[in-house]
C-alpha cells in the first residue's frame, strides 16, 4: 500500500495498521491491487447492453472509435450508463421503502411491529387521502400501506406526492414531461430506454433518468421514512457515542449493518429482554452491547441513541478489532469480503434477507411471521460466540466521541418553536428558520450526505465541507455515512458552535441545537426535501430560489447519484466530490453541469477539492439570496 494518508480518522488509520499486522486485506488493499481503473469505465463509454458488444468508443471527440457497432455515440452510451446508475439506486431506496410499507400492511395491535407514531399516522393518511375519523388505527394504518403500494405500480392517474412539494415544482415537472408516474413503472422505463435499439438522444435518455429519480426521493424514500416514524417512532433529540471506540471489551458486541430499520427495530428491542442479558451474563459477558454500522446505525441512533461504531469504510475495521462477536446485515452497502475477513477472527458474518445473500456468511432470514424469533436466534448466536472471542487479537480503539442526534423535522420545528412568542405564532412553522435565511443571519443551508470513496481520504471531504461551511454561517444538514464522519469528529455536539460564523452560532444557542444536524439515514434525505420544501412554501417561492444546497463529498453508490438526480431536479445545486463516470460524453456534462439548469434551476457542480467546494457553495448561495432579493 502506498504511503498516501489514507483516512483523517485516526481510530481507522490505527486498525488499518492492526489489520497489516493481522495479515488480513482491506477494500483500500483491494483498490490498490486493482492498479489504475480503466480510462473507458471511468469516463462511462464503455457499453455492454447487447452481445454484439462489448463496445468501447473513444472518450476524446474526433480521435479513435466513435461509435459503438449499432452506431451509439459516446454521449449515448454515457447517458445510458448514467440511467442505469439512477435506476439501479431508485430500485434499491424503493424496495426499502416497499418492505416498509408491506411492514406496515402487516402491523398488529399484538404483533411484533405495531402503530408508535399515532400523530404521524393520522397527518400521512390524510395526505394520501386515507379517511382517519372514528376509525380503528390499524385499519387506518393498513389502508395506508395499500394505498402507498399502488404508487408503486399505478398505471393511470398521478401518484399521491407529498403537499410540501411546491407547485412551482410541479409545474416545472409537467412542463419537462418528467412528472414522475409509478416508482416501478419508471425503473422499468429507464431499463426500457437504455435497451439496444431505444433512445439514442442524450438528453431525452437524462430525462427518462430524472423521472425516474423523483420515484425515489419524493415516493419510495419519502414512504420508506414516514412509514418506518409511524411503527418505530418519530427520531427525537438524543444523545450518542460515535466511532469504533464504542465497543466494549467485555460485553457482547453486535454490529447492526445494512439499511432497512425493521431488522435493527427488532434486535433493539430482543436485546433488551432480561432472558437475552441473562444469556450474556451466563456466558461471562457484563452485558449486550448494541452498535450500528452505516445506514442502519442511523436508522437506530434516530429513535433509540444506538451508538455508530463508524461509516462504510470502517465495516471491515470493526471485524479487525477482534470484539465483534456478530456483525448482522440486511441489504445494501455490505462488503461482500466480509465474509473471508471473518474467517480470520471469530466474528459471525449472520446475513438476514433473501435480496443479500452472501457466500460464506451464516443466514439466519428475519422471519416475517416471527420476526422477535428471529432476531433473539441471532442474539444468541452472537452470545455464545463470545466464548470464542480470542483475547490476543483484540484491539479496540480509545477514541469515540459524544454526538447528539435524532433531528427529524417534527424536532426541528418543536425546536423553532422555542423561539417563537406562542401569543404571536404560528408554532410548528418553518418561519423561524425562513425569517434567520432572510435576514442573513443564517446565510443559507446545506444538506450533506453521502457515502465514504477510497479515491478520496476517508472523511476528510465531509469535515473540511461541513466545517467550511458552517463557519461560512451555512447550517448544515447531515444523515447517511457524512453523518457518521460528523458524529466522529465531535460536529453534532453543541459546542461545535465555537467552530461556526457568529450568525450561526447566535441562531443555534437560541434554539439550542449543534451547528449540524443529524436527519438520519440515505432514505431520510427525504426529510431534508421536506424541509426545505416546507421552508419554500412558506417562503411562496420554488425550492430552486432557497439558498440551499446539496453535497455528497465522497459518495459512492448508486443510490447517491440517484440522490443527487432527485435533489438537482427537485431544484437543489448539487456538488459531487467523486467525478462521476460520465467525462466521456461531452454533451452529457453540459447537459448536467451547465444545461439542466434551463430545466431545473439547478445544476450539478463536481469538485474533489474539499475547500474548493466551500468557496463555490458560498459564491453561489450568495448569488442565490442576490437574485431572491435577501
Ligand atoms: S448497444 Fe450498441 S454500443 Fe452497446 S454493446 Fe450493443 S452494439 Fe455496442
Ligand atoms: S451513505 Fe452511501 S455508503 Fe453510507 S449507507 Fe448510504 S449509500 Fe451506503
Known amino acids: 500500500m502506498s504511503e498516501k494518508v489514507l483516512s483523517i480518522d485516526k481510530t481507522t488509520l490505527d486498525m488499518l495498521d492492526k489489520a497489516k499486522k493481522d495479515g488480513v486485506e482491506t477494500a483500500w488493499d483491494r483498490k490498490e491491487a486493482l492498479k489504475a481503473p480503466c480510462g473507458f469505465g471511468a469516463a462511462g463509454v464503455c457499453c455492454r447492453n447487447c452481445t454484439m458488444g462489448p463496445c468501447r468508443v473513444s472518450p476524446v471527440p474526433g480521435k479513435g472509435a ?153 415516493m419510495g424514500s419519502y414512504m420508506a421514512t414516514e412509514f418506518s416514524d409511524i411503527m418505530f417512532g418519530t427520531p427525537k433529540a438524543r444523545h450518542t457515542e460515535a466511532n469504533l471506540g464504542v465497543l466494549e471489551d467485555n460485553q457482547v458486541n453486535i454490529v447492526l449493518h445494512g439499511h432497512e430499520p425493521t431488522l435493527s427495530e427488532m434486535i433493539v428491542a430482543a436485546a433488551e429482554l432480561p432472558e437475552m442479558i441473562e ?56 462488503f461482500p469480503a466480509l465474509a473471508k475477513l471473518s474467517e480470520s477472527y471469530h466474528t459471525k458474518f449472520i446475513t438476514t434477507s433473501p435480496k443479500a445473500r452472501i457466500k460464506g456468511s451464516t443466514f439466519i432470514e428475519l422471519d416475517e411471521e416471527d420476526r422477535m424469533g428471529s432476531a433473539k436466534k441471532i442474539i444468541t448466536e452472537a452470545i455464545m460466540n463470545f466464548k470464542n472471542r480470542d483475547r490476543s487479537k483484540v484491539m479496540i480503539p480509545e477514541l469515540k466521541s459524544e454526538a447528539e442526534v435524532g433531528y427529524s423535522v417534527e424536532q426541528i420545528l418543536n425546536k423553532l418553536d422555542g423561539v417563537v412568542n406562542s401569543h404571536i405564532g404560528p408554532m410548528q412553522s418553518a418561519k423561524p428558520l425562513a425569517d434567520v435565511i432572510v435576514a442573513g443571519v443564517i446565510r443559507g443551508a446545506a444538506g450533506v450526505v453521502g457515502c465514504n470513496n477510497p479515491k478520496n481520504v476517508h472523511d476528510e471531504g465531509h469535515i473540511e465541507v461541513i466545517k ?159 437574485k431572491l432579493g435577501i
Open 66 to 218: 466513435e461509435r459503438g457497432i449499432c452506431g451509439a455515440t459516446a454521449d449515448v452510451i454515457v447517458s445510458r450508463n448514467y440511467a442505469r446508475m439512477v435506476a439501479g439506486g431508485t430500485a434499491a431506496h424503493s424496495d426499502h421503502g416497499r418492505s416498509i410499507c408491506l411492514d406496515l400492511y402487516h402491523t398488529s395491535p399484538d404483533g411484533d411491529i405495531k402503530v408508535k407514531d399515532e400523530k404521524k399516522l393520522m397527518k400521512v393518511a390524510a395526505r394520501f387521502g386515507v379517511k382517519t375519523e372514528g376509525r380503528d388505527i390499524y385499519e387506518i394504518a393498513h389502508e395506508l400501506a395499500a394505498t402507498g403500494l399502488q404508487d408503486y405500480g399505478r398505471q393511470f392517474g398521478e401518484p399521491c406526492l407529498p403537499p410540501t412539494l411546491p407547485e412551482k415544482r410541479r409545474e416545472i415537472w409537467r412542463k419537462l414531461g418528467i412528472y414522475p408516474r409509478a416508482v416501478d413503472r419508471e425503473i422499468a422505463s429507464v431499463m426500457h430506454a437504455s435497451h439496444i435499439g431505444c433512445t439514442a438522444d442524450a438528453e431525452s435518455m437524462i430525462k427518462i433518468a430524472m423521472r425516474c429519480s423523483l420515484t425515489d426521493g419524493w
Open 468 to 626: 467550511g461551511l458552517i463557519k461560512n454561517d451555512i447550517i448544515v444538514v447531515v444523515t447517511g455515512c457524512s453523518a457518521q464522519a460528523a458524529a466522529k469528529h465531535g460536529l453534532l455536539r453543541k459546542e461545535a458552535r465555537e467552530l461556526a460564523g457568529p450568525g450561526l452560532k447566535k441562531v443555534c444557542e437560541l434554539v439550542d441545537i449543534p451547528p449540524v444536524l443529524h436527519m438520519g439515514s440515505c432514505v431520510d434525505i427525504s426529510r431534508i426535501l421536506e424541509l426545505v420544501g416546507t421552508t419554500a412554501n412558506h417562503l411562496g417561492v420554488d425550492m430552486s430560489d432557497l439558498p440551499v444546497v446539496g453535497v455528497a463529498p465522497e459518495y459512492m453508490s448508486e443510490k447517491a447519484i440517484a440522490i443527487g438526480t432527485y435533489v438537482v431536479t427537485s431544484g437543489i445545486d448539487t456538488w459531487l466530490g467523486v467525478v462521476p463516470p460520465v467525462t466521456g460524453g461531452p454533451e452529457v456534462v453540459d447537459i448536467l453541469t451547465n444545461r439542466i439548469e434551463e430545466w431545473v434551476g439547478a445544476k450539478f457542480f463536481v469538485e474533489p477539492d474539499p475547500h474548493k467546494t466551500v468557496e463555490q457553495i458560498v459564491a453561489r448561495v450568495n448569488e442565490k439570496r442576490k
Open 279 to 334: 444469556l450474556a451474563k451466563s456466558v461471562g459477558a457484563d452485558g449486550i452491547n448494541l452498535c450500528g454500522m452505516c445506514c442502519t446505525a442511523n436508522e437506530a441512533t434516530m429513535r433509540h441513541g444506538v451508538k455508530l461504531a463508524g461509516n462504510f469504510m470502517q465495516q471491515e475495521l470493526a471485524v479487525v478489532t477482534g470484539a465483534v462477536e456478530a456483525l448482522v446485515v440486511d441489504v445494501q452497502c455490505i
